[in-house]
């Protein structure tokens, strides 16, 4: 894998002090330099310091804490008898991500014999607890699935050595703050500690406090380059044309594997019928779909069964996609560093990327707006046979537009809700028959 040049360091792996075993898993996954993230914070965590680290996915950040966790644990179990008791903890806002994480685990600890386990709501527990049972070293977790069953009695976090938490920031905006407090009360005091988070507000930073003891600041910020190395492309059409817009440009075969971002779910759904329509292989993400759905529709779209993953920007945030190129902006976000979040999925770790954004009319302020933050033009496509001819609405204009778009929501979700209700009927009546 290529990596750019603030991502890279003149380092080795071999040189910051790690085992055999963890090398030649390196080696195996092509890794030929650690990225910035990693070279600092894997010398920090072999010598026992706390770790606070403003980085986000992308970054390499997971291998930086997995690694050297693993390391201790290898050196510290060996000679030792063959129970297992949680010594790692790790845990993280989704399952998305537990997943990914406990992965990365499974990975570089190939040649270590260290077990690991992942735990997450919205599926049943059977075979969690079976797998927690059978004894584990590391577990991974979200945390309404791990206090769960630590009040049935499933798991104790007396043994825990090394503790890490995960995307700190999108914790708290879950709403996770509560739970959060209750695992870290559960944890053994004398511990190494790891804290992530892509951005650092104060309510993080006192979060942290809690958590950490004389920790060591790393930081990594791998926006700025990450959008320098995509190609960006413009397009700029009416409302009314998007669509149509959007399936010209599918028509080019080289985008054979695209995430596509909507503000909105609904959105999401509705562009997901559009590509269907036109037999184009599709599947949304976002908070309203079932962890499972949301699971399913990533694991097609990285086996390559699905062509456009259509997300919200939550939903897509913390997603590792290897090797995806391109990223579509179906609408223009209003804030620019959103712009610049969306477009940095492509282009991970230095690979190379290319982002296509389709601006209707209102949206034309925000591209300015973008272009101040990234310091650079976005190269608008001239080949377009749907070109923007509206103007921006005025300000009553657009005041009737908000109110006709109210307007259709609420007979929308009226005649959801009529169409929910008759269900139900339809139901109970069947029932007494
Ligand atoms: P993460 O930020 O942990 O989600 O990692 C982002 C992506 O970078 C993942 O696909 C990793 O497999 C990849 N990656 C991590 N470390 C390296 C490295 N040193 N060299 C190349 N790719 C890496």
């Known amino acids: 894998m290529k990596l750019n040049e603030e991502t890279k360091k003149a380092e080795r792996f071999e040189n910051l002090g790690l085992i055999q075993p963890l090398l ?16 600092k914070s894997i010398p920090l965590v072999l010598s026992g310091q706390d770790v606070l680290g403003c980085a986000q996915t992308g970054t390499g950040k997971t291998a930086a804490f997995a690694i050297p966790i693993l390391q201790h644990l290898y050196q ?8 297992r008791k949680i010594r790692s903890l790790i845990i993280t806002p989704t399952r998305e ?15 270590t014999k260290i077990r690991n386990t992942v735990i997450f709501g919205g599926v049943k527990q059977r075979a969690q607890t079976d797998a927690l049972r059978r004894g584990v070293d590391i577990l991974v977790a979200t945390p309404g699935r791990l206090l769960d069953l630590m009040d049935q009695g499933y798991i104790r976090l007396n043994d825990v050595e090394y503790f890490v938490l995960d995307e700190a920031d999108r914790m708290l905006d879950m709403g996770f703050i509560h739970d959060i407090r209750k695992i870290i009360a559960k944890l053994p005091v004398k511990r190494q500690s790891l804290f992530f988070s ?11 406090h809690k958590i950490l003891r004389n920790p060591t600041k790393v930081e990594v910020s791998p926006e700025a380059p990450t959008v320098e190395i995509i190609q960006q492309n413009l397009y700029y059409t009416n409302r009314a044309s998007k669509k149509d817009l959007l399936f010209h440009i599918l028509r080019d075969s080289k985008i054979e594997h695209v995430l596509l971002f909507s503000r909105t779910k609904h959105g999401c759904d509705r562009i997901v019928r559009n590509l269907k329509s036109q037999k184009i292989k599709a599947a949304a993400i976002h908070g309203d779909k079932t962890q499972n759905n949301r699971q ?28 995806l190129k391109y990223v579509i902006n179906y609408d223009i976000p209003n804030i620019s560093e959103t712009y610049v979040h969306r477009i940095g999925r492509t282009g991970r770790a230095g690979e190379e990327g290319s982002a296509i954004s389709i601006c209707e009319p209102e949206e034309n302020g925000y591209i300015r707006d973008i272009e ?58 069947r029932k007494r028959y």
């Open 372 to 429: 101040k933050l990234i310091k650079r033009k976005i190269t608008v496509v001239e080949n377009n046979p749907f070109p923007q001819t509206d103007k921006p609405m005025t300000a009553s204009e657009k005041k009737e537009w908000e109110k006709e778009k109210q307007k259709r929501k609420n007979k929308f979700f009226a005649a959801k809700k009529e169409r929910e209700a008759k269900r139900k009927v339809f139901k109970a009546s």
């Open 198 to 208: 892509a951005t650092m507000p104060r309510k993080i930073v006192d979060l942290s």
């Open 24 to 39: 030649k898993a390196i080696k195996e996954k092509n890794y030929t330099e650690p990225t910035q993230i990693q070279s």
């Open 296 to 323: 399913k529709a990533l694991e097609q779209f990285k086996a390559g069964e699905i062509r456009v993953l259509v997300a919200t920007d939550i939903a897509a945030r913390g997603i590792d996609i290897n090797k």
């Open 76 to 83: 510290e179990r060996h000679g030792k008898s063959n129970s």
């Open 97 to 111: 991500l537990a997943i990914q994480i406990a992965e990365s685990f499974t990975l570089y600890g190939k040649y």
